[in-house]
Each structure stands twice: as structure tokens, then as C-alpha cells.
């Protein structure tokens, strides 16, 4: 089990010449060899370096994996591991998952073959009666975004092991903290070290890391191959920004159930969508499956799309800006930002309203962000309950 004296002491003592506390910064691009074919570990920086080594090493440790790969964004290490699958194959992707990932599969892959479904993981039946022959991975993403619904992953597992398929996991929203998919039989596990692993909204990045050695050397040749890897600064900077996942979680997702509880009481809140409030479906099975209920909340104003906005335009400690997961606590209106690039109908029947506000809670006292939102409510024009928004 993950605890913080491993996630302060990942990688810590590796450079053994000066004894440097801090994992060095190999900035260098190729290596002095000793003789031809003859290196000291590393020959070129796109294919292996010491420091992106110190963070690949310390993230397979958090989620208790054999192997890890890091790249430059989370999309390159979702678009690394696609690179697996050939023409011909077919995937199953959760409907509502990250809006990049969907535009990748849908809009790139697919011209090269890849043939892929987005289906209701939430539903098992469907989930097995849109598994076909050419079938080869379940790609999940739990909690979905932005409405934070659970899949089960047990479930899922005895799926993937029934019809032997790739058993892919988006774990971004919950960190290593939150959620550890492979206790669930998951073969990979995906990152977008950008949001909670980093924390501090500094730089991008992703990582892979795999239950096996064959997957762990497989993604590796495809790292290589399609020359996805993370620059050794951005590297540093997120092993520097992963020693506090643990505390910065923690701290994050307790202060995210006080506010959704707060959230769920206030007169111009309709809904409020947070695993961690008994009122949530998927309640249980967020007690069951996840360590906590994250710190992502989704809630949809009473009145019109221009309160949503009027909402996320008012707050002034929570700043008004797209991602997650990082120290400052960020707002947006999904229907109009992250989520805009769906039609208005996709969006309907995917429950998106355009009252829907998306917080992520960041690190900021948790009274003062109260009394942000509180503030920032009050611009909500119509505080009787109106229509939903549409
Ligand atoms: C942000 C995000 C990604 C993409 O990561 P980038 O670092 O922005 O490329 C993938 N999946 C989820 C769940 C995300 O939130």
C-alpha cells in the first residue's frame, strides 16, 4: 500500500557520486560511450534517461506496478499505448470519457483502422453484448467526467479475463491516492501526471505503467519508437511534484466533501454530483472500490446556462480555467469549456446541462473557498427552482 514515507523517498539516494539529496537533472540529449555498443546505462536521451528513469521507477511504486513509461502529455501516453492495437482491431472506450481521448480514437486512429465503440461501462450488459470477435481492450475511466459516475472495476476485470482482452485504466481523476486499478486486474494503467500526480499546474505530462514485464518493455518500444517520451526537466518537475500527491490528495478530497456538503444544502444549487455524498448512485461503490471520493465536485445551478456562468465568472479565489487536480482550486462550465466540443444533443443525453458547473478543489482554506462560491452564487438571477437549462 501506497504511504508517504514511499512517496517522499522515491528516488531518493540514486545519484551516488556527490550523494545529491535531490534526483539530478540529466539535461543532455546522447551519452559518452566507453566503446562502441558499450554505454553506462544510457546511450540516448529519447530511448532512456536518468532522471525520467528516477519518476518512472517512484510511479510504478505509487501504483504498484512492475513497469512505467512517461511522456510529454497525458494524450501522448494514451496515444502510445493505442499505438499497440493494429487495423482490424476494435476497442471499447467509456462514453463519456476524457473529450481528447475521444477526439484521438475517433477522429485520428480510426483513419488507420482502429475500430472502437463508446459504450455505458456503468451498464455490464452492455458491456458484454458490445464485445465482438475483433474485440482486444476495455478502456475505462472512473470516475467519468464531468459527472463523476463509478464503473465498477471488479466487474469490468472478470470481463477482461473472461474474453482475454487488454484491461486499460484512465486513473487521472483519483491519483494513486484515490483508486489503485490494479487490485482489479488491470493490465495499464494510464496517467495524465498533469492534474493531481504533479499537483502544481506547472507543466504536462503522463505516464504508463504496466502490471507486467512484457507490457512494461512493450510500451517502452513504443516510447521509443514513436518518440513520445517526457523531457528530462518536465520529469523533474513532476517527481518533485509527486513527493506530495499523498498530503495534497488527502487534503484536497476532505476539503472537497465539506464543500459538496455545503453545496448540497445551498438554495441556488440544484444537484451537486460527488461520490463522496450519500445522495450520489454510486455512493457504495465508491466506499467499495476507491480510498476516497476524490476532490473533483460537478453541481448545476437552479436557472439558466448564463448562471452557470455568472457562477464560474464571480469567483475570484477560485480561478476560472479549464484542467485539475493542481494546489489552486479551478472552475469552469463544462457545457461551455471542456465539454463544448460535443453537439448540444450528445450532450443532453449524456446529462451535461448547461447549468453544470465542474470545481476542482485545490489546496486554498477551505472556509475561504465557501465563501467564494457563496459570493459567487449569490449572481444566480432566479433562486426558485426554474427549468433544467436545456
Ligand atoms: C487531462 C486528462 C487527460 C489528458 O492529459 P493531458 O496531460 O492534458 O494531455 C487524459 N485523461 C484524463 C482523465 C484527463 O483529465
Known sequence: MVNNTDIVHGGLGSETQFGSLSTPLYLTSTFILDAVGKDKGYDYSRTGNPTRTELQNHLATLEGGVACSVHGTGISSICTVLHHFKAGDHILVTQDCYGGTHRLIDQNLTQFGLEADFIDFTDIETVRAAIKDNTKALWVETPTNPLLKLIDLEAIGKISKEFDLTYIVDNTFLSPIGQKPFEFGVDLIVHSTTKYINGHCDCTGGAVISRTEEWGERIDWLTNCMGTAQSPFDAWQVLRGSKTVGVRFRAQQQAALEIA????????VKRVFFPGLESHPDYALAQQQQKGP???????VNGDGDDARAVVENTVL?????SLGGVTSLIEVPALQSHASMTPEARIAAGIENTLVRLSVGLEEVDDLISDLDKALSKVKTPELSTSGV
Open 294 to 300: 476524490g476532490a473533483m465536485i460537478a453541481f448545476e
Open 318 to 322: 477560485i480561478k476560472l480555467a479549464e
Open 261 to 268: 456538503t455545503w453545496l448540497e444544502a445551498h438554495d441556488k
